[in-house]
């Protein structure tokens, strides 16, 4: 997992973003001081509030099928309204064949609806798929499931 730190010294925002395929979360806090601490206040003992800005639960209801030999339809419910901390502006896509290779994600967004064709996928083949919630703050908590590309059969 990759983890970057910026602190904006005007603003006093910090904003961490980590970054572990299929999705990335950022958290973004504004530094404040401890009003408990009875003598001046370092850099050392700023403390940091961080509000969670990007869908803290997944898409509910994640299921995914095959169309044809090479595509697959997932669909999913809505965001639980206590876990999209924000507007739901789209939804993500991640997606990667389950092979010796490891994983190689592969990303699609999708408007603001409950389900997207991935269309395109090798023959028979197994796939890992991940929804995620998107805000302007970016991709939230991801709801995975698998599928396979092969005529009928639901999964979920």
């Not at 990007?54 to 044809?68: E, G, H, K, Y």
């Not at 939804?91 to 999708?110: E, I, N, R, V």
Request: aromatic share 10%; with cysteine.
């Amino acid at each position: 997992m990759l983890t970057t730190l910026h602190l904006n010294e005007k603003s006093r925002e910090v904003c961490i973003k980590t970054r572990s395929p299929p999705a990335s979360l950022t958290f973004v806090g504004q530094v404040t001081e401890d009003t408990t601490v009875k003598r001046p206040i370092t850099n050392v003992n700023k403390h940091v509030t961080f509000i969670l800005l990007v869908p803290s639960l997944a898409p509910s209801n994640v299921t995914a099928w095959a169309m044809n030999s090479s595509s697959i339809f997932v669909s999913w419910g809505p965001i639980p309204s206590e876990g999209r901390n924000g507007i739901i502006i789209g939804y993500g896509l991640f997606y990667t064949k389950h092979d010796a290779s490891g994983p190689d994600w592969k990303q699609k967004y999708c408007n603001n609806t409950y389900g997207c064709a991935i269309t395109n996928l090798d023959m028979y083949t197994c796939y890992g798929i991940t929804v995620t919630g998107l805000t302007d703050k970016g991709f939230g908590v991801p709801a995975l499931v698998d599928a396979v590309t092969e005529k009928g059969g639901k999964f979920s």
